[in-house]
C-alpha cells in the first residue's frame, strides 16, 4: 500500500521569507514523487517531480523539493514566498509495486501575506 | 497548446437520475486517468485508460460507475442512480504514457463539479 501524509492544514508565511510545505510518504517500493498546486475554480497544475537522480528537485515558479529517502520525506520549499503563491499543494506518490494512479494527501493550504 | 477540458463545469442533478462526464485529454497522450475531489480531501483515484482499454479500474467505487473510450481519445464517466455522496468534483488527466515504468506527469483538467440533490 502506498500513503502520502501532508501534516499541516495551512502555512502561513511573510512575503519574501522563506516557506517549506511538508510531505511524508511511505511505499513498498520506490516512489515516483510529485508536488501540484491548485488555485481555486482551476485545475491541478504540475510543479515538479522526482523520479530518481538529484535528490534536489527544482520545479515552476521558482519552487524545489528535496527527496529525502532515510526520512520518506519530499517537503517543498520556496527561498522567497511572493503573495500569488498563496494556493492549495498536493504532494503525490506513485509506487512502480502498486499500479498506475497517483495517491495524493490531503492538502495543504498555502497563505502568503503582504 | 489546448490543455485537458473537461465538460460540463458544473452538473446539478436529482439523486437517483444518471449523469455523464466527459473529458478530452491532450492531444496524443494515450494514458488518460479519472479522479474524485471531496472537499478538504486530495483527489482519490478512479480509473486509468491505456489507450481504449480500463488497465486499471481499482478505484470505482461500486458497480454504478462505469467508464469508456472507445477511440483511445474522449473518455466518459457514467454514473447510475445517483446518491447524495456521489456529490464532489470530478478531474480528468492525461499524461503522454502510462504504464508501469511510466514517470510522466499527469496533465489535469478543471474538473465537472457534480451536485446530487
Known amino acids: 500500500a502506498q500513503s502520502v501524509a501532508q501534516p499541516e492544514d495551512q502555512v502561513n508565511v511573510a512575503e519574501g521569507n522563506p516557506l517549506t510545505v511538508k510531505c511524508t510518504y511511505s511505499?513498498?517500493?520506490?516512489?515516483?514523487l510529485f508536488w501540484y498546486v491548485q488555485y481555486p475554480n482551476r485545475g491541478l497544475q504540475f510543479l515538479l517531480k522526482?523520479?530518481?537522480?538529484?535528490?534536489l528537485v527544482k520545479g515552476s515558479y521558482g519552487f524545489e523539493a528535496e527527496f529525502n529517502k532515510s526520512q520518506t520525506s519530499f517537503h517543498l520549499k520556496k527561498p522567497s514566498a511572493l503573495v500569488s503563491d498563496s494556493a492549495l499543494y498536493f504532494c503525490?506518490?506513485?509506487?512502480?509495486?502498486?499500479?498506475?494512479?497517483?495517491?495524493f494527501g490531503k492538502g495543504t493550504s498555502l497563505l502568503v501575506t503582504p | 497548446g489546448a490543455g485537458v477540458s473537461q465538460t460540463p463545469s458544473n452538473k446539478v442533478t436529482e439523486k437517483g437520475k444518471y449523469v455523464e462526464l466527459r473529458c478530452d485529454p491532450i492531444?496524443?497522450?494515450?494514458?488518460l486517468y479519472w479522479y474524485r475531489q471531496s472537499l478538504g480531501q486530495g483527489p482519490e483515484f478512479l480509473i486509468y485508460?491505456?489507450?481504449?482499454?480500463?488497465?486499471?479500474d481499482s478505484g470505482l467505487p461500486n458497480d454504478r460507475f462505469f467508464a469508456v473510450r472507445p477511440e483511445g481519445s474522449v473518455s466518459t464517466l457514467k454514473i447510475q442512480r445517483t446518491e447524495r455522496g456521489d456529490s464532489a468534483v470530478y478531474l480528468c488527466?492525461?499524461?503522454?504514457?502510462?504504464?508501469?515504468?511510466?514517470?510522466?506527469?499527469?496533465?489535469f483538467g478543471p474538473g465537472t463539479r457534480l451536485t446530487v440533490l
Open positions: 488527466a492525461s499524461s503522454l504514457n502510462g504504464g508501469l515504468a511510466g514517470n510522466n506527469e499527469q496533465f
Open positions: 511505499v513498498s517500493g520506490n516512489p515516483y
Open positions: 522526482y523520479i530518481t537522480g538529484d535528490n
Open positions: 503525490a506518490v506513485r509506487d512502480l509495486n502498486s499500479g498506475y494512479a497517483l495517491n
Open positions: 492531444s496524443g497522450h494515450t494514458a
Open positions: 485508460f491505456q489507450g481504449t482499454g480500463a488497465a486499471d
